[in-house]
Antibody, heavy 119, light 105 residues
């Protein structure tokens, strides 16, 4: 069965960077995009960006340009999302999600990773 | 593209028929997805391409609309349906979500 398993919770200081991993299994990793979505406490879902695991191509939401990097290691079917220059407003649960090519929907999601930014 | 949902929150009872609306700031065809999210859990895909139910989603859920106006209808609320519902456009490269509608008892 398709599974996306994310790395554990992180606590970071302002100005630091955080990398969250997303381990995919149960399907061919390179045939579906991986997207990242975050959710601050009590807030809605915020799309961050996408990555094509086959080519490594990626696209980021404008507000994260310059601070967000998405990469992958196809040998271990794992996607990574790194945010730099963290601030308190980045405190949120971060989700990876598999995106279908035809309709752009996200049919499988990781369990979420809480990133807390605090001095 | 900006996505606006209404109402928020929405109060209803078991057995009620409810409708949630999602409006896009520009036409997006039928590139509209709905997700259900329960507290502490990841979102779950409920409807894609405006009206298609993934396998396993109960038939009491129905999506409709095109262009800028979309609706999610639950024909007869069950206890497990009380959750937050979010729409998402997949027309642009921004994949914007609506702000979410919390469906409360």
């Amino acid at each position: 069965q398709v599974q996306l398993v994310q790395s554990g919770a992180e606590v970071k200081k302002p100005g630091a960077s955080v990398r969250v991993s997303c381990k995919a299994s149960g399907y061919t990793f390179t045939t579906y995009d991986i997207n990242w979505v975050r959710q601050a406490a009590g807030q809605g879902l915020e799309w961050m960006g996408w990555m094509n695991p086959s080519s490594g191509d990626s696209g980021y939401a404008q507000k994260f340009q310059g601070r967000l990097t998405m990469t992958r290691n196809t040998s271990i079917t794992t996607a990574y999302m790194e945010v730099s220059s963290l601030r308190s407003g980045d405190t949120a649960v971060y989700y990876c999600a598999r995106g279908t090519t035809k309709y752009g929907d996200y049919d499988y999601w990781g369990q979420g990773t809480l990133v807390t930014v605090s001095s | 593209i900006h996505m606006t949902q209404s109402p928020s929150p929405l109060s209803a009872s078991v057995g009620d028929r409810v409708t949630i609306t999602c409006r896009a700031s520009q036409s997006i065809g039928t590139s509209l997805n709905w997700y259900q999210q329960k507290p502490g859990k990841a979102p779950k895909l409920l409807i894609y391409a405006a009206s298609i139910l993934p396998s396993g989603v109960p038939s009491r859920f129905r999506g409709s609309g095109s262009g800028t106006d979309f609706t999610l209808t639950i024909s007869s609320l069950q206890p497990e349906d009380f959750a937050t519902y979010s729409c998402q456009e997949s027309f642009s490269n921004s994949y914007t979500f609506g702000q979410g509608t919390k469906l409360e008892i």
